[in-house]
Each structure stands twice: as C-alpha cells, then as structure tokens.
T-cell receptor, first 111, second 114 residues
C-alpha cells in the first residue's frame, strides 16, 4: 500500500463545476503540499499546509491531521485548470526534508 | 526571478553514453533533490543534498551519481545510461526550514535512452 493515496486517479468535469480531490496518508507528517503539473510542463507548488485551511483564488486546501486526510477544492472550474494535481507529504522527523508523493489526479475540465 | 533551472529540457541518447543533467538554483537554498517521474509510479527521489558536499541516496539511486561542490548547483550524472532510465526528471530545492518555505521545482528534463 502506498504511503500517500490520492482519489480519484482521473476526473472529468464540466466548466463551472466544483471539484474535490482527496489525499490520504499513512505516515507522520510535518506538512502536506499540493502541486500542479500541466501536460509537458514543470511542477508548481500550490499550497503547503500543516493544519486547517488555505485559500488562493478559486483553490482551497484543507487538512485534517487526526484523520490523516487532505482535500483540494476548485470552485468554478475552468478548462485552464486541466492538469495533474499531486499531493506530497513532508515526512515527520524530516532531517532529510523528504517528500513522499501520491501518484497524482489527472483533471480534465471541458468547456 | 527566483527559480530552479534544469538543462537540457529534452535529451535522447544511446545506451552507455555518459550524460549529465544540470540543475541550478538562485535562491541560496541549502536543500536540493532529484526525482524521476514515471507513469503509475509518481515521483520518486533519486538523490538529495542537505548542503555543500553533503549528499545521500533517495529511494531509487541505482545508476545515478550526484555532486554538490557549490551551493547553487546539483548535477545528476548517468555514467552508463540504460533504457530503464528513460523518464521525466525533476530537480527541486528548498531552504533547510522547508516546513515554512516550501519547495521550488525545475521545469523538468525528459530523457530517452535508446
């Protein structure tokens, strides 16, 4: 079993829909990252969370440390949101600053 | 602009021909790391460096070497590339206190070994 699991693996939505991507992890963590990767593109850090909730524009990320679960929400989705969204956790005891990655969620937003 | 620069972006090479992928950051970050990304497997750590002259193996180090002679540079060396090293490679950096400052990723290097 992977230490970081994302769901769903693939998601197709219509423009304007509210989208949720989930991330569950089984290790102790110091922080959790949500990353975005466009096709053929580099990786951009969207959020880093250690507790609670963060919002940036139409994106909202939440984390529940007790349940070892995080969600990424996209409100009023747009075709330009189409990308792979990757959850990554910073392993607790992180003298190595090591990130452990989920396998990503491929999101396609159709006009 | 604060960034991590990788070169080349694309590379096709033949089995056994030594190659180097360069990574440079301009943010004075102590921590640098290399990852490979493969379909269905996600990103996996190859090597990392906590500071100059301090490097260590990640999860998949076989067939790779690194060096950290200067703080800004962290090249990835494939001494004798093989087809199973065909992958998308990313370099990333962060301050030692990554908990508060996060990570910056390079644009990626797509390597094909034939």
């Amino acid at each position: 079993k992977n230490e970081v699991e994302q769901s769903p693996q693939n998601l197709t939505a219509q423009e304007g829909e509210f989208i949720t991507i989930n991330c569950s992890y089984s290790v102790g963590i110091s922080a959790l990252h949500w990353l975005q990767q466009h096709p053929g593109g580099g990786i951009v850090s969207l959020f880093m969370l250690s507790s609670g909730k963060k919002k940036h524009g139409r994106l909202i990320a939440t984390i529940n440390i007790q349940e070892k679960h995080s969600s990424l929400h996209i409100t009023a989705s747009h075709p330009r949101d189409s990308a792979v969204y990757i959850c990554a956790v910073l392993n607790y005891g992180g003298a190595t600053n090591k990130l452990i990655f989920g396998t990503g969620t491929l999101l396609a937003v159709q006009p | 602009e604060a960034q991590v620069t990788q070169n080349p972006r694309y590379l096709i090479t033949v089995t056994g021909k030594k190659l180097t992928v360069t990574c440079s950051q301009n943010m004075n970050h102590e921590y640098m790391s290399w990852y490979r990304q493969d379909p269905g497997l996600g990103l996996r750590q190859i090597y990392y460096s906590m500071n100059v002259e301090v490097t260590d193996k990640g999860d998949v180090p076989e067939g790779y070497k690194v060096s950290r002679k200067e703080k800004r540079n962290f090249p990835l060396i494939l001494e004798s590339p093989s087809p199973n090293q065909t992958s998308l490679y990313f370099c990333a950096s962060s301050l030692r206190d990554s908990l508060n400052y996060g990570y910056t990723f390079g644009s990626g290097t797509r390597l094909t070994v034939v």
